[in-house]
Structure formats: C-alpha cells, structure tokens
C-alpha cells in the first residue's frame, strides 16, 4: 500500500486512521473491547463526560526501528498514571494488561502508518476514558467508554530541536493547590486554552505556569513538563502535586542520573532564579524534549543557552531518549515492549 504521506514534515495534527479500539463498561465490568472502523462516539446527551469533565487521556507512541519493527516506550506507565486519573475521579480502572493488549491491537491494526525509521515522526497513540449514560445530577456515571485511536505525528512545537520560547503566565493557573493538576484529565486543559492562545498569539510556544499558592516557583508547561541544566551538571525539575507526573520526565532523570552522570534533583525552581540554569527544555511524550530558547517572565526575556541553538546537555539527553525510544540505544530493563 503507498500512502500519500510527507513523513518528514508532519505536524502534529489530527489523522484519521481506518482502525481505533473501544471497550464500554456497563453493570460493574469491561467488556473484552474490539477494534471498530467507526471514528465517531455514539453518546448520550446527559453523559457526565460533557457535563462534568468525568473523562480522562492519555498519549504515548509507537516507534518504527531500524529492522522495521514497532515498539513502545513505557506502556505500562501509561496504563499506571490512567489508573491513577481514574480514581482521582470516580472512574473505573483499566487494567494494566488491558489497556497495553489494546495499544498493540491499534497499532498492529495501522501498522503501515507507523513513520519510517529516521524520520523523526512516530505514530502517537490517544486512550481516552469517558463517563457516559443518563446522568444529570453530579455523580459520577456507571457505564463508561475507553477507547484507543491514533495517529503520525512529528514535532509538537514548532522548532523540533530548534529552540522557542515561552512565556510566564501569572494572570492565569492551569491547575489549583489540591486540584486535578496531577491527573491527565481534559478540564486542565480547558483552562489553558485562554493563556495558551494568548502566548501563541505573542509568539511564544506555550505558557509556562507558576505554582498556583504563591506564583513563585516554576511548575510546568501547558503541555509539557519543565527541566533545568545548571552549570555544575545538575538536572533540575520542579516537584509538585499539582503537576503532571511525566513520564519523559521521570525517563530523562534516571538517564541523567545513570548514563549522562549527572546529579538530578525534584525541587523547588524559583521563577526569580532562573540564571542558574544554562540550558532548559520542555518534555514530554508529545513535547519529546523541546529546547526553551528563553522565557518571557513580566517584561524581561531570559534567554538561556540560544535563541537559536540546542545545548550540549539537552542535545544528549534527546539522543538518549530518542536513541531508546527507536531502540538505536539499549534500554533500561522494561522499558520497551514490542508490538509484533
Ligand atoms: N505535562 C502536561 C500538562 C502534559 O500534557 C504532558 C503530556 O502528556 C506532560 C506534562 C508530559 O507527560 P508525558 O511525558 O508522560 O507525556
Ligand atoms: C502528550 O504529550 O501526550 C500530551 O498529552 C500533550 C498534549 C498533546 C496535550
């Protein structure tokens, strides 16, 4: 089969591929889920998921190696931190074998939309667990739909390794103190949609948000988790509740630590202390690590290593990860499983 697709400069942009997975939950337990070539969700009008953001995501992908074969990258933390969403709002749980079996189904299912190896792009898979049936008071629902669908993607900012900036937002949080800041759910991205057009519309590539009790200490990104390189090989990343718990993130501190030497900390990042970092990227699983060129924080841009140039540091550690995640580098034990 040819598809008419220009892999090396896919955005990061809605495809729709012949195959998604569903699976409806209804008097207490899952069914076994299949595969269905129906993109749309036949849903009830009094779903609590409209209603009341009782619905959660997920993002990961599936890489093409150099062999020409498929593998992912850290499923079963995927499946762990939709756990996690679930019960932080009163959703029933995926299991772990589950939702990795339907990852698989979905991607042996689109196989020849996975990109070629040395593309850059991969195929980015989306799990989404929804409250749905007649709900109107606020509870949560009893049945329940998760389904897998997935795409090509490339570079989800911009500059792929070229570095962007990104802007301080102090008028608007993306997440409160004890809020759902931590899970992957759709209402924290809801509320960045404001801030995030206006830093769009300023040039920026996303907003950086301050911790929501004091707007003194650097959390996240929009879209992505935020990291630091100090001059004396320190990897240094914000610790809080109210962020998402990244899996890139949690990936690239062990290989820091592990394979890059480096000392890496979860701490506190003062917004005020950003001259200790020479270097700074945005992670994720869409993000992969993005380069900050700078950040724009009241009237004053801090640039760190280049406006125009990835670091040495960021650039080793995205071809670490990226060297993993197509299986060029070996991987720590578990952290890679194979789809066909
Ligand atoms: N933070 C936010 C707000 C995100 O949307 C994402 C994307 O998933 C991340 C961080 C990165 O998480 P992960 O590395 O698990 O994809
Ligand atoms: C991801 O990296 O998977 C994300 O969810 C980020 C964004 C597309 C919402």
């Known amino acids: 089969m040819t598809l008419d697709i220009d892999w090396d400069n896919l955005g990061f942009e809605y495809h729709k591929l012949p195959y998604r997975y569903i699976s409806y939950f209804k008097d207490g337990k899952w069914d076994q889920g299949q595969l269905t070539e129906d993109a749309t969700l036949h849903l009830s009008e009094a779903a609590p998921a409209l209603h009341y953001g009782q619905q959660a995501f997920e993002g990961l992908k599936a890489y093409r190696t150099k062999d020409g074969s498929i593998q992912l990258f850290r499923p079963d933390c995927n499946a762990a931190r939709l756990q996690a969403t679930a019960d932080r709002l009163l959703m029933p749980q ?4 589950q939702f990795i079996e339907a990852v698989k189904q979905v991607v042996k299912a689109n196989q020849d939309y996975v990109p070629p190896y040395g593309t850059g792009a991969s195929l980015y898979l989306r799990p989404l667990l929804i409250g749905i049936g007649d709900v109107i008071g606020v509870r949560p629902a009893d049945e329940y739909i998760f389904t897998i669908f997935a795409m090509p993607v490339g570079a989800y900012f911009k500059g792929g390794l070229m570095p962007t900036n990104f802007i301080v937002s102090e008028d608007y949080d993306r997440a409160a103190p004890f809020g759902t800041g931590a899970a992957k759910v759709g209402g924290n991205y809801a509320g960045s949609l404001l801030p995030g057009k206006a830093a769009k519309a300023s040039g920026f590539s996303d907003v950086i948000y301050l911790d929501p009790a004091t707007h003194t ?6 879209a992505a988790n935020f990291f630091g390189i100090t001059a004396n ?21 062990e290989l ?4 890059l030497g480096m000392t890496v900390i ?3 990042v003062p917004i005020n202390d950003l001259g200790q970092f020479v270097e700074a990227g945005a ?6 690590i993005s380069p900050i ?32 995640q197509v299986g060029d ?6 952290w890679i499983v194979k789809v066909d």
Do not use: M, W
């Open 94 to 97: 995926i299991s772990t074998e």
């Open 217 to 222: 200490k650097i959390e996240e990104v929009g």
């Open 233 to 253: 090989n320190e990897f240094i990343t914000p610790l809080s509740p109210s962020i998402l718990p990244s899996i890139t993130k949690y990936s690239l501190l």
């Open 256 to 259: 820091a630590e592990k394979r």
């Open 266 to 268: 979860e701490g506190d």
């Open 283 to 288: 992670c994720g699983t869409a993000a992969v």
């Open 293 to 324: 060129g700078g950040i724009q924080y009241r009237n004053h841009l801090h640039v760190f290593y280049s406006e125009t140039e990835v670091g040495p540091v960021t650039r080793r550690l995205y071809d670490e990860l990226v060297g993993i």
């Open 329 to 334: 580098i070996e991987a720590p034990e578990g």
